[in-house]
């Protein structure tokens, strides 16, 4: 009898181990692919807005990448002096120019975090999208040649929710 008790206590605590090892992975948290950032329906329409951008960086579509731009768009240059900066209508400026002259544009990204502001009485949600760049692409230098340039950083896209679409406020 001793033995039987023993043996239903093993099995009892089996069960329970067992039954905690499948809620563990029942609640395990999903990512999206190839990053470290929660996989879910708000994550994925962020990424999904972000690689609408950097398909329209690749494809030189400027006027895709404008109709992604709120009419609040703000590109803080990161200068002291601030007179490098510029809202929507230098962003038009920016992509019908200088972007234009680009050729051959690669444009990836590594997603690393994403975060959000909630929405106040004067303010639209937010979304903080970080990123590591890597990109090339050649344009004309100043002796009339081709000069290829190859870029990694560092980047942030904010975005807004506006008009039932995420639109970026700067990053672009």
């Not at 709120?70 to 209508?89: L, V």
């Not at 975090?113 to 639209?124: D, G, Q, T, W, Y």
């Not at 290829?148 to 560092?154: E, L, M, N, S, V």
Request: charged share 30%; net charge positive.
């Amino acid at each position: 009898m001793h033995s039987r008790y023993q043996h239903r206590r093993i099995l009892s605590a089996l069960c329970v181990l067992g039954a905690l090892s499948m809620a563990a992975c029942g609640g395990s948290t999903h990512y999206i692919a190839g990053t470290k950032i929660e996989s879910n329906d708000e994550n994925g329409a962020l990424v999904k807005r972000v690689e609408e951008y950097r398909a329209a960086i690749e494809k030189k579509d400027a006027s895709a990448l404008l109709l992604m731009a709120s009419r609040e768009y703000w590109e803080d240059s990161g200068t002291p002096t601030g007179e490098d900066d510029y809202g929507f209508a230098g962003l038009k400026t920016v992509i019908s120019t200088r972007f234009q002259q680009a050729e051959s544009i690669r444009y990836s990204m590594r997603y690393k975090r994403i975060r959000f502001v909630p929405e106040s009485a004067n303010e639209p949600r937010k979304a903080f999208v970080d990123v590591l760049i890597d990109a090339s692409f050649t344009v004309p230098d100043s002796r009339g040649g081709l000069r290829r340039t190859d870029k990694r950083d560092q980047g942030q896209f904010v975005l807004a929710w506006q008009d039932d679409k995420w639109m970026f406020l700067s990053g672009m």
